[in-house]
């Protein structure tokens, strides 16, 4: 083999490495262009997320002790009372859908098709 042949082998070799470097560095930038989108997005979500969780937070509860028992008894005997009168409102809307389900009316025209 003469010696330029050499020369030209490692060019050629030297030339393979930067385009297989270059094609690699440019798969890495569109990548890299692309996480930053998707982050700038995630971010978004995440703040809207965090002023949902703000707004959901509730309040702790009242100290009962520096309250006094009056007051814890009237509050505990509204939220009885509350959830009282929603079982009954509750009981009432079952009661209509049976009234409905059950009401000979309901079945005219109907047949048993089993």
Do not use: C
């Amino acid at each position: 083999m003469h010696w330029w042949s050499w020369i030209l082998i490692w060019l050629g070799l030297a030339i393979l490495l930067v385009g297989t470097l270059a094609f690699f560095g440019w798969r890495l930038f569109r990548k890299g262009v692309a996480v930053v989108d998707e982050l700038s997005t995630l971010t978004e979500k995440i703040e809207l997320l965090q002023r949902n969780v703000d707004e959901l937070t509730s309040e702790a509860p009242p100290n009962a002790i520096l309250e006094g028992y009056s007051a814890v008894a009237n509050r505990r005997d509204r939220d009885k009372a509350r959830r009282a009168s929603m079982r009954q409102l509750r009981r009432d809307a079952r009661m209509q859908r049976g009234r409905l389900i059950t009401a000979a009316h309901a079945w005219e025209g109907r047949t048993d098709a089993r």
